[in-house]
């Protein structure tokens, strides 16, 4: 499945933004949607992951300030940021996961990674 992020940009600390995940099949399989992002020289780090039942996984940075859902319906992923803080500034990635190494603390095991949308959050 490929996968296409969108929504990314500027917002000002404090402000909501979404950012989507759509995919070009069926998500209801992966065990596991999740987003990373990356700063530049950084390395890449797990923001949220939503099972197929709706089990959720958060950071520790970004829980109680970032939703994630899934549909599987549609075959979208979404993350909800609220009260954003400039250490939120990154390249978000949609990653589907269809074996379920997020849940175990791994990376996506034969997996599919999206390109990439930035967040810049200013103060």
């Known amino acids: 499945v490929q996968l296409q992020a969108s929504g990314g940009g500027l917002v000002q600390d404090g402000e909501s933004l979404q950012v989507f995940c759509e995919a070009s099949?069926?998500?209801?399989?992966?065990?596991?949607m999740a987003w990373y992002r990356q700063v530049e020289g950084k390395q890449r780090e797990l923001v949220a992951a939503?099972?197929?039942?709706?089990?959720?996984k958060y950071a520790d940075a970004v829980k109680g300030r970032f939703t994630i859902s899934r549909d599987n319906a549609k075959n979208t992923v979404t993350l909800q940021i609220t009260k954003p803080d400039p250490a939120d500034t990154a390249v978000y990635y949609c990653?589907?996961?269809?074996?379920?190494?997020?849940?175990?603390?791994?990376?996506?095991?034969?997996?599919?990674w999206g390109q990439g949308t930035l967040v810049t959050v200013s103060s």
């Open positions: 099949g069926s998500i209801s399989h992966f065990s596991a």
């Open positions: 939503v099972s197929s039942n709706g089990t959720t």
């Open positions: 990653a589907a996961d269809p074996y379920g190494a997020i849940w175990y603390g791994m990376e996506p095991v034969f997996g599919s």
